[in-house]
């Protein structure tokens, strides 16, 4: 919008109209401007939905991290928990085959092999409560507590 005004004197006494005074008020409406504004208003409506779309699907995306995670320390969990129960049966069996050698009743190779499958038992169970603190730092870590507070849940 633009206003101007303005004022003439002429001295010319054979003019008619010898004070001319002349008002002018501008509008300018940009009727036929394309569709330019509309486009562009679009445009940005069209940007925030595709920002919003991303956002819900990351926010999705992480639900269904931190729930897999879950799971993976469930499974884990309950993985060192069988493999606690296999390692002290085998423990067991070595003591009872030990006894029986010391009785008569064992050769040395049935204490050997009862000693071997404790050893391999005893590894499964170390290998499953690595999976399990494996599977614990990273959900902590999918759900933003970070290392320190997974260190400082370790310690106690």
Same mark, same amino acid.
């Given at each position: %919008?633009?206003?101007?005004?303005?004022?003439?004197?002429?001295?010319?006494?054979?003019?008619?109209?010898?004070?001319?005074? #002349?008002?002018?008020?501008? !509008?300018? /409406?940009?009727?036929?401007?394309?569709?330019?504004?509309?486009? +562009?208003?679009? #445009?940005? +409506? #069209?940007? +925030?939905?595709? /920002?919003?779309?991303?956002?819900?699907?990351?926010?999705?995306?992480?639900?269904?991290?931190?729930?897999?995670?879950?799971?993976?320390?469930?499974?884990?969990?309950?993985? %060192?928990?069988?493999?606690?129960?296999? +390692?002290?049966?085998?423990?067991? /069996?070595?003591?009872?085959?030990?006894?029986?050698?010391?009785?008569?009743?064992? $050769? @040395?190779?049935? /204490?050997?092999?009862?000693? #071997?499958?404790?050893?391999? $038992?005893?590894?499964? !169970?170390?290998?499953?409560?690595?999976?399990? !603190?494996?599977?614990?730092?990273?959900?902590?870590? $999918?759900?933003?507590?970070? @290392?320190?507070?997974?260190?400082?849940? !370790?310690?106690?």
């Amino acid at each position: %919008v633009t206003a101007s005004a303005g004022y003439a004197f002429t001295d010319d006494s054979y003019q008619l109209h010898q004070n001319n005074t #002349a008002l002018r008020l501008s !509008l300018t /409406v940009p009727l036929f401007d394309g569709g330019r504004s509309g486009l +562009a208003a679009r #445009a940005k +409506a #069209a940007e +925030a939905e595709g /920002v919003a779309a991303r956002e819900e699907q990351a926010r999705r995306g992480v639900a269904l991290e931190v729930t897999a995670l879950l799971e993976t320390a469930k499974e884990a969990r309950a993985t %060192v928990a069988w493999a606690g129960r296999s +390692a002290d049966h085998a423990r067991e /069996v070595v003591n009872l085959t030990r006894y029986r050698y010391e009785q008569g009743l064992a $050769a @040395q190779r049935e /204490v050997l092999d009862a000693v #071997a499958d404790r050893e391999a $038992a005893e590894t499964l !169970l170390e290998r499953a409560r690595v999976t399990l !603190l494996t599977a614990r730092s990273d959900l902590y870590r $999918a759900c933003g507590l970070g @290392q320190e507070k997974f260190l400082e849940e !370790l310690g106690q």
